[in-house]
């Protein structure tokens, strides 16, 4: 059985395009606070005590393809640049290498206070090829 505390968030692509996304951490009124963290009295909670990380494999899980940290800038997850934001960046040169129509990613956060490490979500990634290329001679 699936955990239901773990986000199902699917993402699309361009091959050779940049790949930004923002998501928010945080609670709303119709659905309970996440347990793990003091939230905010906005709903999105601060992550300035977490660290993160993101991996991206191809579908049949045997290759990771590209990793995503707060520990490195390129690619690179950036946490709390606005409450509860998770900011994703991988260059367009890393993402003109995804030939494949899916990936799969997954994300977590360690809290550096506790150590505890939570999956915040999962998914896939549909990814579109490029047609913008130049022809070989």
């Known amino acids: 059985m699936p955990d239901p505390s773990v986000a199902l ?15 928010f951490y945080g609670y709303s009124a119709l ?13 999105y909670y601060d992550l300035t005590d977490c660290t993160a990380e993101m991996f991206i494999r191809t579908w049949d899980k045997a290759t990771i393809i590209a990793r995503l940290s707060t520990e490195d800038t390129d690619p690179g997850i950036v946490l709390n640049a606005v409450q509860g934001a998770i900011d994703l960046w991988v260059s367009a040169a890393d ?4 030939d494949q129509k899916k990936y799969r990613h997954d994300l977590e956060l360690t809290y550096t206070d506790t150590g505890d490490v ?12 490029t047609m913008t290329r130049e022809l070989d001679a």
């Open 9 to 23: 968030v699917d993402f699309y692509s361009n091959q050779g395009t940049t790949f930004r996304r923002r998501l």
């Open 31 to 43: 659905a309970p606070a996440d347990i793990t963290s003091i939230a905010d009295i906005d709903g």
């Open 95 to 98: 993402t003109d290498l995804w």
């Open 118 to 129: 939570i999956k915040k979500w999962k998914g896939t990634i549909f990814n579109d090829d």
